[in-house]
């Protein structure tokens, strides 16, 4: 008798097949068939963002800094984004509540206190949603934040400007 047997395909072996023609339309794509990345225009923009009530001690720590000085997100640097300028004025004065031992509540003027305003120049993708590192840029946006590698502040941004 002849011990040959007839080989058939069973669906094991069909689905291994199919995988492994999988791997391979995946690597061609991949690999082979690359196409041109697109990318967005881009455009350059000049914000103001005022952080308020930042303390003497704060102000000082951002004045012996010379500017620009570079933006960064987490601990990487952001590419093009600087921040230019910085402006203090005496801020209009923070009332801080508390409540007396007696259950009274009193109330007094924080000294101390500055208004700061930050300039930052960074270029950024021209969509509709403009956003830099991972923080939309909009005019009136607040808790937005502006960080360097010594300091960092949030404020509401006052402005946006683009360059044509």
């Not at 291994?16 to 690999?31: G, R, T």
């Not at 690359?34 to 923009?45: D, L, Q, R, Y």
């Not at 990487?76 to 031992?101: M, R």
């Amino acid at each position: 008798m002849n011990s040959e047997k007839k080989r058939r395909f069973n669906t094991v072996d069909i689905i291994i097949i199919v995988a492994l023609i999988a791997v391979v339309i995946f690597v061609c794509y991949k690999y082979v068939f690359k196409g041109e990345a697109v990318s967005s225009p881009t455009a350059e923009i000049t914000y103001r963002l005022k952080a308020e009530n930042v303390d003497a001690e704060t102000v000082e720590c951002i004045k012996s800094f010379d500017l620009p000085l570079q933006l960064v997100s987490g601990d990487i640097y952001i590419p093009d984004a600087y921040l230019i300028d910085v402006e203090f004025t005496e801020s209009s004065g923070q009332i801080q509540y508390y409540t007396n031992s007696d259950g009274t509540v009193s109330s007094r003027i924080l000294t101390d206190k500055y208004d700061a305003i930050l300039t930052v120049k960074a270029t950024v993708n021209d969509t509709a949603n403009v956003e830099l590192a991972t923080q939309e840029i909009r005019a009136g946006k607040s808790n937005h934040y502006i960080k360097t590698k010594y300091y960092e502040l949030a404020g509401t941004i006052l402005s946006v400007e683009w360059s044509e």
